[in-house]
């Protein structure tokens, strides 16, 4: 502090000595442990204490008042501080003194105290709100923007959950020899993806005809899925699908959605650990018609960079289409999480034709159909 401003913040009181009550308080400097009786006076511009036989009052600016806890109209006393004296306070234990006070120092009320410490809060708000309209006008969905925020590891975690959650007691097929044809294609087609990391591919002793992808590069395929195609085109097609709803990040925005945006930021931040209990449907990761599309066009692009022909990819999806027709849409797997089976497949023969190789030599497609040859579930335990 300056000299000068030393000087503005004492005056002469007399003016104001006769014509304004007078109340006692007690001040402290706050430099020694001392406190000296002082007469207090609301002046004009800020409060006058005024000690006995001293020439000049001191004079605290309104301002620039300060208390430890607001005041309220019912304060039977105050605690002042002052912002350019640290250290320094002046108590007055008169109701009077405070409610006429609380007049003329808005600032250390309540009301402006609860206003400025739901301030930050506010700002905080306005500043996420400000965040999501401009991934809405970026066509962004704030799901899938902290679904790509997600650590690898935490990926990984929520995926081993998810698959324990959806495939339960259910037991995987590891044939030896359908399993390493399995991982030749998976291989294949994750190479040609581009991602860091290679999909983890499983095929689960399942009756229900489905395939999903989880989180962290992971596939499913049921045991029917592998049955029910006739070529190993078709099995190359739906992976290539999933391994599209993986690359989108579809199951990581969905696990977003289901958990929450403060579960998952927990999980961006790792103070969360795992999500516990994520009791997830099968139909709770079924995706938007957008979100198939996606899983589309990338699952040809990637049988294209592979030079696997689509024609699996379309036929498996236009026969899914013919049992879709007769079955109705109340079928539980695969219709469910992927909805206009023939649309699709319409929208995939469309497209123009690349050089192609087998899927898979002979040996490895004959392999891969006894993948489940010798899982064997517990009895009584699976719900085919
Ligand atoms: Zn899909």
Redesign the pocket.
């Known amino acids: 502090m300056t000299a000068a401003a030393k000087v503005s913040h004492r005056r002469s009181t007399s003016m104001h000595s006769e014509t304004t009550t007078a109340f006692s308080g007690r001040y402290s400097d706050g430099k020694t442990a001392r406190s000296v009786p002082a007469d207090v006076r609301l002046g004009e511009r800020g409060i006058e204490i005024g000690f006995p036989g001293a020439p000049q009052a001191l004079v605290w600016p309104y301002g620039a008042l300060g208390t430890p806890t607001p005041l309220t109209a019912k304060s039977p006393d105050a605690l002042i501080t002052y912002e350019f004296m640290p250290g320094a306070s002046l108590f007055v234990g008169d109701r009077k003194f405070a409610a006429a006070l609380s007049k003329l120092a808005p600032q250390i009320t309540s009301r402006a105290y609860g206003w400025r410490s739901a301030r930050p809060w506010i700002i905080a708000a306005a500043s996420i709100a400000l965040v999501f309209a401009v991934l809405w006008a970026a066509n962004l969905s704030p799901a899938r923007w902290v679904a790509a925020m997600l650590p690898d590891r935490a990926r990984a975690a929520v995926g081993e959950q998810v698959m324990k959650s959806m495939v339960g007691a259910r037991k995987e097929c590891v044939e030896p020899a359908g399993r390493a044809a399995l991982d030749r294609l998976v291989a294949r087609l994750s190479d040609a993806s581009g991602a860091k990391a290679r999909f983890n591919v499983r095929v689960i002793d399942w009756g229900l005809l489905n395939a999903f992808a989880v989180p962290g590069e992971q596939i499913v395929l049921t045991r029917q899925i592998i049955t029910q195609s006739k070529t190993p085109e078709e099995v190359a097609g739906v992976l290539a ?2 391994m599209g ?1 993986g690359l989108e990040l579809h199951p990581e925005t969905a696990i977003v959605r289901i958990i929450g945006l403060t579960a998952a930021l927990e999980l961006i931040t790792g103070g969360g650990g795992t999500i516990a209990n994520v009791g997830l449907g099968l139909t709770q990761l079924s ?1 938007t018609r957008v ?2 599309r996606e ?1 589309d066009a990338r699952g040809l692009a990637l049988l294209e960079k592979a030079q696997v022909s689509p024609s699996g990819l379309v036929d498996f999806f236009r026969r899914m289409g013919e049992i879709e027709r007769k079955a109705g849409k109340s079928d539980f797997g695969l219709f469910r ?2 909805p206009q089976s023939e649309e699709r497949a319409n929208a995939a023969a469309a497209r123009p034709r690349w050089p192609s190789t087998p899927a898979m030599s002979t040996e490895d497609w004959k392999a891969l159909r006894s993948i489940c040859a010798t899982a064997k579930a517990e009895p009584g335990k699976v719900p085919d």
């Open positions: 699908h999933e709803h995706y979100a198939e899983a999480t992927h």
